[in-house]
């Protein structure tokens, strides 16, 4: 069963930083894409960043909102995909949910969201 495991998130002051990990259950070589999406109150899920055509190219694209304040990287052992969010701002308050996409008909995984709360 493919599995998705975030972890980190939480309440951060504005300003602030705050990492995001995912594991995926899967080896390198079956996955296409992995990245951050994010989902605000009354809002639709967006993209954040995302990795893709990991291994023959790595295609990053980030959200223009993030641009020079969030970083993403990743681990080919685990594999793992890591979220490096700087100069955190009120509107980037969401859950955060973590999308892989495999090579194999394109199958799209999503991992059970993780809160970031940015206030004073």
């Known amino acids: 069963q493919v599995q998705l495991v975030e972890s980190g998130g939480g309440l951060v002051q504005p300003g602030g930083s705050l990492s995001l990990s995912c594991t995926a259950s899967?080896?390198?070589?079956?996955?296409?894409?992995m990245g951050w999406f994010r989902q605000a109150p009354g809002k639709q899920r967006e993209l954040v960043v995302a990795?893709?055509?990991?291994?023959?190219?790595?295609?990053?694209n980030f959200a223009n909102s993030v641009k020079g304040r969030f970083t993403i990287s990743r681990d080919n052992a685990k594999p793992t995909v890591y979220l490096q969010m700087n100069s955190l701002k009120p509107e980037d308050t969401a859950v955060y949910f973590c999308?892989?996409?495999?090579?194999?008909?394109?199958?799209?995984?999503w991992g059970q969201g993780t809160q970031v709360t940015v206030s004073s």
């Open positions: 990795i893709n055509n990991i291994g023959s190219g790595d295609d990053t």
């Open positions: 899967e080896s390198i070589d079956r996955i296409y894409s």
């Open positions: 999308r892989m996409t495999l090579r194999t008909g394109l199958a799209v995984y």
